[in-house]
């Protein structure tokens, strides 16, 4: 059966990206088809991350176009793009410190409304947001911390409360840098279920080196090397792929 645009959510045509003449990314072309969880590998300096800061656009592309729901977004800004429901959290962990672990979700969700400034605002004034800041750390296990510091909290529930302030602004797609980074083998279980709840009804793309959780969780994986796309499939296609392999025995340690 062909598929129709609209099945797909992002669209990149022909993206590149040089630095003083070192091309990082080279002619990529990439459809995340909507309501999947699609997976971006590769070995070290495989341009995984360039790619990801191209499509959130904290990267301007050298070549190429980018679009989003049909629309074009090669030139919008990052904070634009976030607005339109493309979200994407961050490697290392992004949460304020000393904020509680409800305060930092109900900051999330005033940013969403557009209130994340209004600082002089009394604090039961945004008592309409402690049932949605609620029901979302109830959502990803994190109702009982919620009045610990996020600068208390182990390393992997620091990575659930950053994709909680994520889901805050009500994405309608999901992208995460190294979701599982760092973590232990019980937090990588963790969080790669919570990861499979909140894919419902809504896309993620992921960068992760974990290829445990890219095989159980991914719908279909885009396999880059040397900033080209090398293969794309499921699973077991990509694993199987002669040139995968290779580019990963062969991989080096720039990225």
């Not at 959510?9 to 040089?18: F, T, V, Y």
């Not at 290829?211 to 719908?219: A, R, T």
Request: aromatic letters at 6%.
């Amino acid at each position: 059966m062909n598929t129709v645009p609209e099945d797909y959510i992002i669209e990149a045509q022909g993206l590149s990206k040089h630095f003083h003449g070192f091309a990082a990314v080279q002619d990529v072309n990439l459809k995340i088809r909507r309501h999947s969880i699609h997976a971006l590998i590769g070995p070290n300096g495989a341009g995984k991350t360039t790619v990801f800061n191209l499509l959130t656009k904290f990267l301007q592309p050298t070549a190429g176009t980018i679009r989003f729901n049909g629309r074009d977004i090669t030139n919008v800004k990052p904070a634009e793009i976030a607005r339109q429901g493309l979200v994407r959290s961050f490697q290392i962990s992004a949460v304020f410190p000393r904020m509680t672990v409800r305060e930092n979700v109900r900051i999330a969700l005033q940013r969403k409304l557009g209130t994340a400034y209004h600082f002089w605002k009394s604090v039961s004034t945004l008592s309409v947001l402690d049932d949605r800041v609620d029901e979302l750390l109830d959502s990803v296990g994190l109702r009982s911390f919620a009045d610990y510091s996020a600068a208390e909290l182990p390393y992997g529930r620091k990575r659930v409360l950053e994709l909680a302030t994520t889901l805050a602004l009500e994405p309608e797609m999901l992208l995460l840098d190294e979701p599982t980074s760092g973590l232990g083998h019980e937090d990588v279980d963790r969080v790669a279920a919570l990861i499979r709840k909140v894919s419902a009804n809504r896309t993620v793309l992921m960068v992760e080196h974990n290829l445990s959780v890219v095989s159980s969780l991914s719908d279909r994986i885009t396999v880059l090397a040397a900033g080209r796309i090398l293969a794309e499939g499921n699973y077991e296609t990509v694993s199987r792929d002669p040139r995968v392999i290779e580019a990963y025995i062969g991989g080096t340690d720039d990225e």
